[in-house]
């Protein structure tokens, strides 16, 4: 028999398979993360009818004569560029701009793991954060303080989580004081700072004018005060005092130069004192009405406080943050303090996803706490990845071993909220694969037609 024939039925094969992946690609032309295949062929072995030979005497070499015996599939490769991204604004689909791959698992112990480019991602009743067959995505755990450890664990997002109340560290003080104000006339101001239980109390000061110096320049003398703490909750209040702020007597001097600049805060002139208050010593001895407090005997009685303060900064000398927006202007008095931080506790009432992968919680309180971060696999060679179905990859000898991280660092890439990538097939390259594959099919069906011939005309040769 011929071997055309043998050549073309291989080349009919290897055709085939190649319009088997073509049509796949295409099948999956919108599927999440699909990574499309590419067929190369090469060919097989060649019947050497006469060898090459060196050149002799006067004779040239010959080159060897040989007959080829076919083709065949040389590889079948999973090309893993980047596909284009699609907008969802669903916040648990996420999009890896990078090399790194999710990684998923379906057991408790986390050992059965796959590898994943399609970031469709949702929540399940338990608040993990799921495949849409349900695989645990993995990642990083969060400490009760929102550190990201190095345990490997599932994402979960906890609608029950709370952030524990915080209290109050720094007040910081921002506007005009009137340089125009009535001598020893005492102006009020306040703010709301929170114990260690995220109680409110309201801390009023007081600001008086004392003097304008006759020096040249002359120089603005004002006076802060600690004049009233009370307890937003039950308007019990204080106006009692053991120097809770840290000057003498409860009393804080501020100088101020003739261009209305803060020059001074303490008791050493031109100079900018640390200055903290620390209200754990006091008693709340009125009632809201201002009358004295008494308990069921009738006795008066102080009422203590139900939990600690942390020593509150108001004025930092290292920090002009704390001072550099307060001034005196010859305009209204608008002087106010700002509670920098301090918060109730607060329940988890949405969250996000950042471009590290960290899964962030806002709570009620206005509170963020980190709750996790989605961990990232990549391979030396991804190419060699065995895919599984359901959008999955293991990893396989020729792979490499997964490198674990995170997102946006040593080439994971980042992680986009918010967004789905695409398949990779490009429709063009495959309806143009498709053309010459079939061309290819059907020039190695006529090399058998024409071989069939032959072979008639050779059998009528003898009628």
């Known amino acids: 028999m011929m071997r055309s024939m043998y050549s073309a039925v291989s080349g009919l094969r290897i055709h085939q398979g190649k319009m088997d992946t073509i049509g796949n690609n295409i099948a999956n032309v919108n599927t999440v993360g699909f990574k499309k295949g590419q067929v190369t062929f090469q060919e ?34 999973t090309i893993h560029t980047k596909g284009p991204g699609q907008r969802t604004d669903n916040p648990t689909d996420l ?25 469709n991602f949702s929540l399940d009743r338990d608040g993990n954060l799921v495949t849409a067959d349900g695989f645990k995505v993995l990642g990083y755990a969060a400490d009760p303080d929102g550190n990201i450890m190095s345990d490997v664990t599932n994402i979960k997002i906890n609608k029950s989580e709370t952030k524990a109340p915080t209290a109050t560290e720094k007040i910081y003080f921002k506007g005009n004081l009137d340089s125009n104000f009535e ?62 702020l840290d000057a003498a007597n409860n009393l804080l001097k501020l100088e101020f ?49 139900s939990a600690t303060f942390k020593e509150i900064t108001l004025f930092d000398s290292e920090n002009q943050d704390s001072y550099k927006n307060l001034h005196q202007y ?55 990845l065995q895919k599984l179905g359901g959008n999955f990859f293991v990893d396989t000898r020729n792979s490499g071993e997964p490198q674990l991280g995170k997102a946006s660092t040593s080439g994971f890439g980042a992680i986009s909220p918010g967004n789905l990538e695409m398949s990779n097939v490009d429709i063009s390259l495959e309806f143009t694969e498709m053309i010459t594959t079939q061309r290819g099919f059907q020039a190695n069906s006529r090399i058998i037609t024409t071989s069939d011939e032959m072979l008639q005309e050779l059998v009528n040769m003898k009628r």
């Open 257 to 305: 130069d003739d261009k209305g600049k803060l020059i001074t805060i303490g008791d050493t002139a031109n100079t900018v004192k640390g200055v903290k208050l620390d209200l754990n010593g006091i008693k709340f001895d009125l009632n809201k009405d201002g009358e004295k407090i008494k308990n069921s005997t009738g006795t008066e009685e102080s009422i203590p406080l």
């Open 330 to 384: 010859a305009n209204e008095m608008d002087i106010k303090p700002y509670a920098q931080n301090g918060n109730a506790s607060g329940t988890l009432e949405g969250f996000s996803i950042d471009a590290t992968g960290t899964v962030v919680g806002v709570f009620t309180n206005g509170e963020r706490k980190n709750l996790g971060q989605i961990m990232l696999a990549k391979f030396d060679n991804p190419m060699g």
């Open 44 to 77: 097989v072995f060649s019947q050497v009818t006469r060898g090459a030979s060196a050149p002799t005497g006067g004779k040239g070499g010959t080159n060897p004569q040989q007959i080829g015996m076919g083709a065949a599939v040389g590889s079948i490769n």
């Open 183 to 244: 001598l020893d006339k005492g102006h009020p101001i306040d703010t709301v700072v929170k114990d260690s239980l995220g109680n409110s109390y309201k801390v009023t000061f007081e600001m008086t004018k004392k003097e304008v110096t006759t020096a040249n320049p002359p120089v603005h003398k004002w006076e802060m005060t600690l004049k009233r703490v009370t307890d937003q909750a039950t308007g019990n209040y204080t106006e009692t005092f053991n120097n809770p």
């Open 95 to 119: 999009m890896i701009d990078g090399e790194g791959f999710f990684v998923v698992s379906d057991d408790t112990s986390f050992n059965n793991r796959y590898y994943t480019r399609a970031g």
